[in-house]
């Protein structure tokens, strides 16, 4: 932090004798009080050389105050000799003062480097560890599409089988053999979905999700009316409400299976011999756009309703009403792209599943329209924003040769 010893008290003994020449030879008028130039004397001194050179500058200035610029031209009385003590009492407290400075801007500057030095290490631990985890995912990923091709071949083979006994000999078997082929294939066919469900769960789990502004009532209309076109019936009816323009940032793949899975729902569980009737709205307000599901059908006891978004959480034992997993993947589509779900039910008052995503900004609206190719007036900022859009993607865009 310093020089040696020898240059830190050489600077102790320059400094005084500097601020000695200059006050001797400056003119009393422009220099009205003795001690200015050897209180700088004195900081110089302990600020480049420690507590000790400071220290001795401060007892080489009062003695040279006294000697050479207070005695020729006045004599020491006591009001003189308080101010030679406070000069020196000042002086040794600003040497002090210096000192603890200096050490506090040393142990700033190491604890700097120390935690620069820490960061550094974090952040190698955190790309080693970032490492290691997408080799883990990626290993994961193909144990369970290995898994899944290892468990499904042998279920299409049993229900292969099953379909070709009963097609072949099922007028040589009795009734309660029929029955229990049926179940067999039945069961096979329920196993091949679950895996198939639950490689769909945790693909959309470690997928790579870019979100985008979206037109919300848009993807609604498309998935209700393929989730109708599944499970739907002549007398079951959604209604549809709300603004076209509204856009979110979602993913629309993800959007629209969101959507498909919640709007199956009511089309599972309606009663017997009943139908489903849902009220579908889209809000906007402030920076979430809300998209609600209202039906007449049975409701959800509070008891249950937290258990429903969970994988292969069913509320009922018939396998034909669903696997339990439509709501659990719909909740990890919808929170892959920010947003959140939830409901609302009373049992015999129907359910209100609702789905909140973050709104689309302004500019991510006018630079999707801008690549999209909307029309805009010539010369607006819209104009230009496409004009630099279509440029950007035309660079990003490999050329075919």
């Known amino acids: 932090m310093r020089g040696s010893t020898l240059l830190r008290y050489g600077l102790a003994v320059a400094t005084p004798a500097l601020a000695l020449g200059i006050d001797v030879t400056m003119p009393r008028v422009f220099m009205p009080e003795p001690f200015m130039m050897f209180y700088i004397a004195v900081l110089v001194s302990a600020w480049y050389g ?78 080693e560890r970032t490492r290691l985890l997408q080799a883990s995912v990626a290993e994961l990923e193909a144990f369970g599409h290995d898994v899944a091709h290892t468990l499904r071949a042998p279920l299409r083979a ?20 029929r029955a229990q082929l049926r179940r067999i294939s039945d069961s096979a066919r329920t196993m091949d979905a679950t895996v ?4 769909e769960y945790n693909r959309l789990g470690h997928q790579r999700v870019a979100v985008e502004p979206v ?34 940032r979602a993913n629309r793949m993800l959007l629209e ?9 009511p089309l599972v569980h309606r009663p017997p011999g009943g139908f489903a009737n849902v009220r579908v709205r889209i809000e906007a307000a402030g920076p979430r756009v809300r998209i609600t599901f209202a039906d007449r059908g049975p409701g959800i006891d509070a008891r249950y309703q937290a258990r429903i978004f969970g994988l292969f959480e069913r509320l009922h034992s018939d396998a034909a009403m669903g ?14 792209m920010g947003g959140t779900i939830g409901l609302m039910s009373e049992p015999g008052a129907g359910s209100t599943f609702w789905i909140d995503l973050p709104v689309a900004s302004e ?5 999707a329209d801008a690549v999209a190719g909307a029309p805009v ?20 865009t490999p050329r075919s040769r």
């Open 50 to 127: 420690g507590w000790g050179p400071g220290a001795l500058a401060t007892m080489l200035s009062g003695t040279a105050v006294e000697t050479f610029v207070i005695t020729p031209f006045e004599a020491v009385d006591a009001s003189t000799a308080i101010r030679l003590l406070a000069f020196v009492a000042i002086g040794l407290i600003t040497t002090t003062l210096v000192n603890r400075l200096q050490r506090a801007l040393v142990q700033t500057e190491q604890g700097r480097l120390e935690l620069a030095r820490a960061n550094r290490e974090l952040d190698e631990r955190v790309s």
């Open 196 to 199: 198939v469900a639950l490689l």
């Open 323 to 336: 696997l339990g997993s439509g709501l659990a993947i719909a909740r990890r589509a919808v929170e892959r």
């Open 158 to 177: 049993i229900e292969g089988m099953v379909g070709i006994v009963l097609d072949d000999h099922a007028n040589r078997l009795p009734d309660s053999a």
């Open 363 to 367: 500019d991510d609206v006018r630079l």
């Open 215 to 248: 037109r919300v009532r848009e993807v609604v209309e498309g998935a209700v009316a393929e989730a109708w076109r599944r499970r739907g019936g002549p007398s079951d009816r959604f209604v549809i409400e709300g603004p076209s323009a509204a856009r979110a």
């Open 377 to 396: 007036a010539d010369g607006s900022i819209e104009a230009r924003v496409r004009r630099l859009a279509r440029r950007v993607v035309s660079a990003a």
């Open 257 to 265: 299976r969101a959507v498909l899975e919640v709007a199956s729902n």
